[in-house]
């Protein structure tokens, strides 16, 4: 009864946020996907497998427009880099638990399953759906298959014709609750997206920017509330659009390091220093300015991992009074997942 009548709280102060005419979206449950749509028209799809993951694709944000790289779901997309296979969309995944890697794809590489739809509302001023994956060990290791974390995971969508809102919350948990899970030092992850290709921070009018003022590639490897991505997009006659993604206060780790890259790669990392710093392993974090310690982190068995992000496809550029705004907004909202 509490977490519904939190629920209930939350979506007034998200539509608040919008300041526009209220839009009315729904859900459609597919053999392999969830489509979210917005007054009829396709927002995103939750896909239940794309490679070896769940991942959110297309994303469409203001004026309709595609707000993520078409490859690799579509290879026929025009002007398109064919690099990196594994950036699909919107997703989360890490690349060294346990001595194995679920960020790339291809032999010796792990796979999130989905399981199930646990809830998925039908329709609102905003929606909301819950499903379980499954992290399993490589088809072709010595445990072959084995489940190695249970993931729950909460998507809200929101939004109207200026902005998009995607809030996505999870937790991972032991598969052997008797077991310890140990997350690698590596920059090869987390909470990712591949932003359009006209939107990159190396072509020109692609910007990012973070909550400490860093920009382009300075923004890489930095602690930050948020990061804004922006840029023009396919066919928005050179218009700029942006991506925001915002890391909420109490999110594992949420001071972690992005890893932003201005080739379009957009993620935040909450486990990787040494590959951001020299491969400095063995000096103390606080020597480093750095918010927790090298060297990855051990979750104990019973323990979870619990992570909330907020993801705002908008118009125009942000500028920090912007960001923090909506950080502020956002920071406010309950976890819903226990």
Request: glycine residues 10%.
């Given at each position: 009864?509490?977490?519904?009548?939190?629920?209930?709280?939350?979506?007034?102060?998200?539509?608040?946020?919008?300041?526009v005419t209220?839009?009315?979206?729904?859900?459609?449950?597919?053999?392999?996907?969830?489509?979210?749509?917005?007054?009829?028209?396709?927002?995103?799809?939750?896909?239940?497998n794309?490679?070896?993951?769940?991942?959110?694709?297309?994303?469409?944000?203001?004026?309709?427009?595609?707000?993520?790289?078409?490859?690799?779901?579509?290879?026929?997309?025009?002007?398109?880099a064919?690099?990196?296979?594994?950036?699909?969309?919107?997703?989360?995944?890490?690349?060294?638990?346990?001595?194995?890697?679920?960020?790339?794809e291809?032999?010796?590489?792990?796979?999130?399953?989905?399981?199930?739809?646990?809830?998925?509302?039908?329709?609102?001023?905003?929606?909301?759906?819950?499903?379980?994956?499954?992290?399993?060990?490589?088809?072709?290791?010595?445990?072959?298959?084995?489940?190695?974390?249970?993931?729950?995971?909460?998507?809200?969508?929101?939004?109207?014709?200026?902005?998009?809102?995607?809030?996505?919350?999870?937790?991972?948990?032991?598969?052997?609750?008797?077991?310890?899970?140990?997350?690698?030092?590596?920059?090869?992850?987390?909470?990712?997206?591949?932003?359009?290709?006209?939107?990159?921070?190396?072509?020109?009018?692609?910007?990012?920017?973070?909550?400490?003022?860093?920009?382009?590639?300075?923004?890489?490897?930095?602690?930050?509330?948020?990061?804004?991505?922006?840029?023009?997009?396919?066919?928005?006659?050179?218009?700029?659009?942006?991506?925001?993604?915002?890391?909420?206060?109490?999110?594992?780790?949420?001071?972690?390091?992005?890893h932003?890259?201005?080739?379009?790669?957009?993620?935040?990392?909450?486990?990787?220093?040494?590959d951001?710093?020299?491969?400095?392993?063995?000096?103390?974090?606080?020597?480093?300015?750095?918010?927790?310690?090298?060297?990855?982190?051990?979750?104990?068995?019973?323990?979870?991992?619990?992570?909330?992000?907020?993801?705002?496809?908008?118009?125009?550029?942000?500028?920090?009074?912007?960001?923090?705004?909506?950080?502020?907004?956002?920071?406010?909202?309950?976890?819903?997942?226990?």
């Open positions: 009864m509490l977490r519904t009548f939190s629920l209930l709280l939350w979506i007034p102060i998200l539509i608040a946020n919008l300041g209220q839009a009315q979206f729904t859900t459609a449950q597919q053999s392999d996907r969830i489509d979210v749509l917005r007054d009829g028209k396709l927002v995103t799809s939750y896909l239940f794309s490679g070896t993951k769940p991942v959110l694709w297309p994303i469409h944000g203001p004026d309709g427009h595609k707000m993520t790289r078409s490859y690799p779901m579509d290879a026929t997309a025009p002007n398109e064919q690099d990196h296979p594994h950036h699909r969309g919107l997703w989360m995944t890490f690349g060294e638990v346990d001595n194995n890697d679920w960020w790339a291809g032999k010796g590489k792990g796979n999130v399953v989905h399981q199930k739809i646990v809830a998925c509302d039908s329709q609102g001023p905003a929606v909301s759906w819950t499903v379980e994956h499954q992290w399993r060990l490589p088809a072709d290791g010595n445990s072959a298959g084995k489940a190695l974390l249970n993931e729950t995971a909460r998507y809200s969508v929101g939004g109207n014709a200026d902005k998009t809102i995607i809030d996505c919350e999870t937790i991972w948990r032991s598969a052997d609750p008797t077991a310890k899970v140990h997350f690698g030092d590596t920059k090869e992850g987390m909470f990712a997206i591949r932003v359009p290709e006209t939107m990159r921070g190396d072509k020109p009018g692609g910007q990012i920017l973070n909550s400490q003022g860093d920009k382009q590639g300075d923004a890489w490897g930095k602690t930050a509330k948020w990061v804004d991505y922006s840029g023009p997009v396919p066919n928005g006659n050179d218009k700029l659009y942006g991506i925001a993604i915002l890391v909420h206060p109490k999110s594992f780790h949420a001071d972690g390091l992005w932003v890259r201005t080739y379009g790669l957009f993620a935040h990392n909450a486990f990787g220093i040494k951001f710093l020299g491969n400095r392993t063995k000096t103390k974090s606080a020597e480093l300015d750095l918010p927790y310690p090298a060297g990855g982190y051990e979750l104990a068995p019973g323990e979870s991992l619990h992570f909330m992000y907020r993801v705002v496809f908008h118009k125009e550029r942000w500028d920090i009074k912007t960001g923090d705004e909506h950080w502020s907004e956002f920071s406010q909202q309950p976890m819903m997942l226990k």
